[in-house]
Structures are given as C-alpha cells and as structure tokens.
C-alpha cells in the first residue's frame, strides 16, 4: 500500500499569509494527487485534482504542485473561511489513500 | 446530489445496508466510491465500482465482509458491511469519479455526499 504523509500536522496563520502544507507519497505516483479540504460537520470537498488541476468553482487563491513522490498545496492569501483541514490522496494504486491531515487556524 | 441512509447504531456481529441515492446527473456515467471517517480521525477508503457495476474493489478492512453494488436505473449505491466491528464505527460518505473507471489519469472524488453515521454498540 501507499502510505502519505502530511506536514505539518496543523498550523495557524494570520489572514493574508502565504500557507504552504507539503504531501509525501511513500513511492512514486506520477501526479496521481488530489487535494481535499474538509470543514467541521461537513464532507470533503475537491480543491485540487491530478496535483495541480484547480476544480471548478475552488478560488484561484488555492494551487498545487508536484510530481512524483512529493507534492504541495498552496493558499497564496489565506482568508478566515479557509479554517478547515486538508487532506492529500493518491489515486495511483489501490488501496487508495489519505494523507492524516493538516489542520489549519486562523490566527 | 449524493444522499446517504442507512446508519444507525448496530451490534455488532451484525450488518447494515447503506444507501447512496443520486440526483442531478447520468449516475450510469460515473464509477462510485465508499469513504468513511472515524471519529475525530482521517478519511478512509472502502470500496469502489465502476459505472456499469463491472469492477469493484474494497479496502482490506472490510474485504471478504462487504459488497458494493448499484442499481443504475434506480440511481443509486449500496454498500453493506456484514460481521460489524466495534472499528466499523464511522461516518460513511459516498462519493463521486468524474469518469467512468477509476484510476485513470483525473481519477478524483469531485462530488460527496454528507454522509451517514454507524456506531458499532452492544
């Protein structure tokens, strides 16, 4: 199986900061990366498909690089509504699989 | 839309049937996933099949003890889970491919339901 691996597990930001969380995929996954961002009580929702594709309607503040085995999700000017955890997944191989999470607050 | 039923508190040694029911677009058209979430903890992925019901595969945790299925011309998904575990205790989302098979190249979880939630109890 695939084993990800988030970092850093949280983090908090002040509004308008530049936020960074970064994805490992234990082999390669080609670009096989999708990015989810899940609010308390809510399911998932798709923010970034195949590492870098932005999912229609997700705002463009949000973006994601990588191939391989390492992989990012940016939020170029983090606003309060983006309080949420994010979850990273492979669609390479089954199983598929998530990352644990990284939970991100306000400050 | 994707809307789950089903959950509830179960024993466990027993079983349950989740429904997916879908609305606003050719369900016929899109491979289907289960993904659950244990309290307070990440998401996991069950069971997967493709749109004409042809492929379907499950997570080790529930293989062997659970059947995905899908009735197309009533637009909707089924996952029952038998012999329910104490670690079977989870909200189980139903979720949505883009495409017709799953892993492709854009293989990703673009539409989710809200899910519905089983506990495991005696």
């Known amino acids: 199986d695939i084993q990800m691996t988030q970092s850093p597990s949280s983090l908090s930001a002040y509004a308008g900061d530049r936020v960074t969380i970064t994805c490992r995929a234990s082999?390669?996954?080609?670009?096989?990366l999708n990015w989810y961002q899940q609010k308390i009580g809510k399911a998932p929702k798709v923010l970034i498909y195949?590492?870098?594709n932005l999912q229609s309607g997700v705002p463009s503040r949000f973006s994601g690089s990588g191939s391989g085995t390492e992989f990012t999700l940016t939020i170029s000017s983090l606003q309060p509504e983006d309080f949420a955890t994010y979850y990273c997944?492979?669609?390479?191989?089954?199983?598929?699989?998530f990352g644990p999470g990284t939970k991100v607050e306000i400050k | 839309q994707l809307v789950e039923s089903g959950g509830g508190v179960i024993q466990p040694g027993r079983f349950v049937r989740l429904s997916c029911a879908v609305s606003?677009?050719?369900?016929?058209?899109?491979?289907m996933y289960w993904v659950r979430q244990t309290p307070g903890k990440g998401l996991e992925w069950v069971a997967v099949?493709?749109?004409?019901?042809?492929?379907?595969y499950y997570a080790d945790s529930v293989k062997g003890r659970s059947v995905i299925s899908r009735v197309n011309s009533k637009n909707t998904l089924y996952l029952q889970v038998n012999s329910l575990r104490t670690d079977d205790t989870a909200t189980y989302f139903c979720a949505r491919d883009p495409g017709r098979n799953f892993l492709t190249g854009s293989s990703h979880m673009d539409v989710w339901g809200e899910g519905t939630t089983v506990i495991i109890s005696s």
């Open positions: 195949t590492a870098s």
């Open positions: 997944q492979q669609s390479y191989s089954l199983p598929l699989t």
């Open positions: 099949i493709s749109n004409d019901g042809s492929k379907k």
């Open positions: 082999q390669t996954i080609s670009n096989n």
């Open positions: 606003g677009f050719t369900f016929s058209d899109h491979t």
